[in-house]
């Protein structure tokens, strides 16, 4: 069963487009939420990532909405470039036990 | 630094082999863990150390085993390879809490 489900699985924007991706989870346990990012043949790497006591954060293109009674959050990337293609990845983590979404492949035509 | 280093980039085995995958980190980190990537199930949480001496299991342990003599380093150990362990694994480390830094992977295949 698997304990962070993320949609899309795939994603095709166009450059300068908003890309969404979400996830959802179900152990209210959770008290970290980070968004990574993977290029191919390389390991994942942090993007941004939120705690349960704010609802959004920003970082330059990047922003984590966070919803804690629907047990949601997703990622928008603003201004998406060619070089945003990647698969990302959520997680929720509790005491160091990491559960990762399944990945959403991005790819942003130009 | 060099972060979260893995060896082998890639190594193939026939069923029932052993070997062990290795990682180190030169963060002074006290957390670290092994994740395994497969197509369509992003990365599963195999064992992880909360520091030196003290190991415990995630979401999918069965078929590995580790242990944490130092801070630096945290080998994986299959016992007995099976083709269902064909996989991509990435080992981490971080703080006791926040940003988990990734290792380069080590690509296993299992004949």
């Known amino acids: 069963q698997q304990q962070v489900k993320q949609s899309p699985q795939s994603l095709i924007v166009q450059k300068g487009g908003i890309s969404i991706i979400n996830c959802a989870y179900e152990n209210t346990a959770f008290d970290y939420f980070p968004w990574y990012q993977q290029f191919p043949g390389k390991g994942p790497a942090l993007l941004i990532a939120i705690r349960p006591d704010v609802s959004e954060k920003k970082e330059g293109r990047f922003t984590i909405s966070f919803n804690k009674s629907a047990k949601q959050f997703s990622l928008h990337i603003m201004d998406s470039q060619p070089g945003d293609s990647a698969t990302y990845f959520c997680a929720a983590s509790h005491n160091n036990d990491m559960r990762f979404g399944a990945g959403t492949r991005l790819t942003v035509k130009p | 630094n060099a972060g979260v280093t893995q060896t082998p980039k890639f190594q193939v085995l026939k069923t029932g082999q052993s070997m062990t995958l290795q990682c180190a980190q030169d963060m002074n980190h006290e957390y670290m863990s092994w994740y395994r990537q497969d197509p369509g199930m992003g990365l599963r949480l195999i064992h992880y150390s909360v520091g030196a001496g003290i190991t415990d299991q995630g979401e999918v342990p069965n078929g590995y085993n580790v242990s944490r003599s130092t801070t630096e380093d945290f080998p994986l150990r299959l016992l007995s390879a099976a083709p269902s362990q064909t996989s991509v694994y990435f080992c981490?480390?971080?703080?006791?809490?926040?940003?988990?830094?990734f290792g380069p992977g080590t690509r296993l295949t299992v004949l």
């Open positions: 981490a480390s971080s703080y006791r809490t926040g940003e988990q830094f």
